[in-house]
C-alpha cells in the first residue's frame, strides 16, 4: 500500500527545528499569509495550532489530530515530523480506512513467506519502513477492534510479530494519528478501543476548520492563484465578486474544497477569475411550496424565479387560469401566453435530447 497524500496545501521545506515560529512567505498579494514547516494560516487559530506543535515536536510523544476531511491533518503530522529530532529519519504515511481488514496487520507489521495465501515472499511491513522516524495513520478509528489490539501492543512495547512469524521484532517509531470523528463518539459508535484512544491521544491536537480561520480565506486562495499563474506563467486575478465567495462561504471541504475551486476556476477563466458561490450553485432550482406560501432559493434567475410562481399559483388554484391570472395580477391572456411559452420550450428541448 502507496503512502497517503493530502492536497490541502503546498509543502514548504521547513527550517530547523529550534527555528521559531511562524515565518511569512512573500507572495505578490497574500505577502501576509505566514508559513509554518508544511503550513499556511495567519490566523489566531491557526498560530496556536504552531505553538502546540512546536511544543509536542520537540518530544516523542504519540499525537493524535482531530479534524474534519481537507483540513490538513497530515501536513500537520508531517510538520511534527519535520520539527522534530526524528527529521532525518523517514516519516511513512498510512491511510488505515483505505486497507481492507484482512491486509492491515501485514500491512503494518509485515508477513512471512506462506503465512496466508498470496504471500510468496517475506516482506517487511510500516513499521519497520518507519524505524527510526515517524509513521502516521490516517483515519486509525476505521480499524476493526481486533487489530487494534496488536497496535496497542506494539504502541506500548514497542515490540511486534511479522504475520506468520515467531520472532519478537523491534522498531523506534513514534505513531501520530489522525481521524476526522470525535475519538469519544468513535468509541461509542464505531468501535475505537478507548485504551488505544488514550494511548494514541498523549499530546490531542486539533486541525482547525476553514471556517474558523478568520482572515486565512482570502490569503490562502491568493497564494493558490499566485502559484498557478507562477506555473503557467500568466497574471489572472480574481473578481470582486470572487473574492466575496472566497470570504462568505463556509467551505465544509476545507482547504482542499477550497483550492481545487480555485483551481478549476483558473482554468476556465482568460484574465478574471469568477468563483460561483457553491452553496447557490448546489441548491435545487424548484421552489418550496407551503400551503399558500412559497419560498424561491436566493440566487435563483428571475425568468425561473417567474415560472415558479406562476406554476405555483396555478397549481394552488386548481388549474383555473381565470382565478390564476386575477391571483397573479395579470391578464388572462398574458397568463395564456407564459405558459405557451413554458410549453414551447419543453417542446424544444425535448426535441433536442
Request: negative net charge.
Amino acid at each position: 500500500m502507496s503512502a497517503s497524500s493530502d492536497l490541502d496545501t503546498t509543502a514548504e521545506t521547513p527550517g530547523d527545528s529550534g527555528t521559531p515560529p511562524p515565518e511569512k512567505r512573500a507572495s505578490r498579494k497574500s505577502s501576509s499569509l505566514e508559513c509554518y514547516g508544511s503550513l499556511y494560516g495567519s490566523s489566531p487559530a491557526m498560530r496556536e495550532l504552531y505553538e502546540h506543535i512546536e511544543r509536542v515536536a520537540a518530544t516523542d510523544a504519540t499525537a493524535l489530530i482531530v479534524g474534519e476531511s481537507g483540513t490538513g491533518k497530515e501536513l500537520i503530522a508531517r510538520t511534527i515530523h519535520e520539527r522534530s529530532a526524528r527529521k532525518d529519519a523517514p516519516f511513512v504515511a498510512v491511510n488505515c480506512g483505505a486497507i481492507p481488514d484482512n491486509l492491515i496487520e501485514a500491512e503494518l507489521f509485515g508477513h512471512e513467506r506462506g503465512s496466508f495465501t498470496g504471500a510468496v515472499q517475506g516482506r517487511a511491513g510500516y513499521f519497520e519502513h518507519a524505524n527510526g522516524g515517524t509513521l502516521f495513520l490516517d483515519e486509525v478509528t476505521e480499524m476493526a477492534p481486533i487489530r487494534q489490539v496488536k497496535l496497542l501492543r506494539a504502541l506500548e512495547t514497542g515490540t511486534f510479530f511479522r504475520v506468520g512469524g515467531t520472532d519478537e521484532l523491534q522498531s523506534d517509531v513514534r505513531v501520530i494519528a489522525a481521524t476526522n470523528r470525535d475519538p469519544l463518539v468513535a468509541v461509542k459508535e464505531n468501535g475505537l478501543r478507548e485504551d488505544l484512544m488514550y494511548r494514541l491521544a498523549v499530546f490531542p491536537l486539533r486541525a482547525p476548520p476553514l471556517r474558523e480561520r478568520e482572515g486565512d480565506r482570502e490569503l490562502l486562495a491568493q497564494h493558490f492563484l499566485d502559484e498557478m499563474n507562477a506555473q503557467e506563467n500568466t497574471s489572472k486575478v480574481f473578481s470582486k465578486r470572487a473574492l466575496d465567495t472566497l470570504r462568505t462561504y463556509s467551505w465544509p471541504g476545507n482547504v482542499r474544497e477550497m483550492k481545487n475551486a480555485v483551481y478549476r476556476a483558473f482554468i476556465l477563466a482568460e484574465k478574471t477569475i469568477e468563483i460561483e458561490h457553491p452553496r447557490l450553485a448546489s441548491r435545487a432550482k424548484k421552489a418550496v411550496t407551503q400551503g399558500d406560501a412559497m419560498s424561491v432559493w436566493v440566487g435563483t434567475p428571475l425568468a425561473d424565479a417567474q415560472k415558479q410562481i406562476i406554476l405555483g399559483t396555478l397549481k394552488f388554484c386548481g388549474g383555473d387560469k381565470r382565478r390564476a391570472a386575477k391571483a397573479l395580477g395579470v391578464s388572462l391572456k398574458t397568463l395564456y401566453n407564459r405558459l405557451g411559452s413554458y410549453e414551447d420550450k419543453e417542446d424544444t428541448s425535448a426535441s433536442e435530447e
